[in-house]
């Protein structure tokens, strides 16, 4: 009876991907136990949020393929519509508008979006994948372009870019042809002044401070000074686990989101942040190995792009918190605390484990 039951409960996963992604989980709450200032509250509410993620992983993971590429334009036009919903009845906080509340449950649409974006992409071009043109690219491009003007005017830069790369990735990934990519990138490049002048002052301050953080070390590069002190002073295996002068002092912000690599980096050091890379590696690793093993353009088009997505989101925080990206507000995956984004990373878990388990039974097109 029991060995059914594990058996049930183990149908689809993937068991190295679990292995490596329940690792990093519980190093994740370790961590946060300790930048948290030993916040029993506050681990037990990551807790839950891991519990409900883990659950719904288990459940996408058991949905075919197909579903999610039937549910693919539904999905994003909801996703559009709570945007938009944000914007007229969005909740504030600390000067940004980026929450719906629904009595206690609260959500943030934008997270939602840097999943359904790549899936509604995925299926318009796999849809038009024996008769693809270049006006097919430019019409995907607008699945992401839209979204990202409306985060951008929550403001909210660091989801902003995370579903530009994502879109991007999907286009990639579908052949685009490099003379394009080229010429987009020139495109970008030359709109950067008209750019420059709609950011926020704080956004501006914060690239200008990437030069020389010791400019405004009190106020906008505060966040860049306090982390590289951090991350300096773990040496090469740490100060060990709750030992970190910087956040059990209190002079690392957002300890708890942004910046809790610098609390890892602090207690675990050189060594510690080598077997964390590690984790992130297999993950990514193994992500694209399913991709490379999916049998049909959309399931190969979605794994793939959640895997580089994966690998973008560890990228920017630890370039972020290491002082060679300006502070955008990304979370280390599995790791930093957070509701909305610690779940959606994990229904993408389960979207790729849906894709290894089915790829015997896929036979659409």
């Known amino acids: 009876m ?4 594990i058996f049930r409960l183990q149908k689809n996963l993937d068991p190295p991907l679990m292995l490596f992604i329940s690792t990093t989980l519980l190093i994740g709450l370790f961590t946060l136990y300790s930048a948290s200032g030993r916040n029993i509250t506050l681990v ?14 288990w459940l996408t993971a058991q949905i075919h393929p197909k579903f999610y590429e039937t549910l693919a334009l539904p999905i994003y036009l909801l996703g559009l519509c709570l945007l938009l919903c944000v914007m007229f009845f969005g909740e504030s906080s600390h000067g940004a508008k980026r929450w719906l509340s629904f009595g206690a449950l ?16 995925a299926w318009y071009l796999s849809k038009r994948e024996d008769k693809r043109h270049a006006i097919d690219y430019f019409i ?19 989801t902003s870019l995370l579903i530009t790369a994502s879109g991007f990735y999907i286009l990639f990934l579908a052949g685009l042809n490099w003379k394009f990519i080229a010429g987009g990138c020139i495109v970008l490049f030359s709109l950067t002044p008209i750019i420059w002048t709609h950011l926020h002052d704080y956004q501006k ?17 505060y966040h860049t000074i306090q982390s590289s002190i951090a991350m300096g002073s773990g040496g090469l295996i740490g100060k060990g686990w709750l030992h970190g002068t910087q956040s059990q002092l209190n002079f690392l912000p957002e300890r708890t989101t942004d910046f809790i690599f610098a609390v890892f980096s602090e207690e675990f050091g050189v ?28 399931t190969r088009l979605l794994a793939a792009n959640i895997g580089f997505t994966f690998s973008t989101y560890v990228f920017i925080n630890i370039a972020m918190v290491s002082g060679i990206m300006p502070v955008v507000g990304v ?18 878990f389960g ?8 790829k015997e039974l896929i036979g659409f097109s």
């Open 140 to 158: 995907a491009s607008f699945f992401f372009i839209l979204p990202v003007i409306l985060i951008i005017n929550q403001p909210d830069l660091g």
């Open 271 to 298: 060594l510690g942040n080598l077997l964390l890379l590690s984790l992130f590696a297999l993950i990514i690793g193994r992500s694209l190995l399913i991709a490379s093993q999916a049998k049909n353009t959309f």
């Open 205 to 221: 301050n914060r690239l200008l401070i990437l030069l020389d953080p010791n400019q405004d070390p009190l106020g906008s590069g």
């Open 2 to 5: 029991l060995e059914r039951l």
């Open 44 to 57: 037990f509410n990551q807790f839950i949020y891991i519990g409900l993620g883990l659950i719904l992983l």
């Open 351 to 358: 979207i790729l484990m849906s894709v290894h388990s089915h």
């Open 106 to 121: 609260k959500i943030q649409p934008s997270e939602i979006m840097r999943l359904t974006v790549p899936i509604a992409m």
């Open 331 to 348: 979370p280390l995956p599995l790791i930093s605390f957070g509701g909305t984004s610690m779940t959606i990373i994990l229904i993408s």
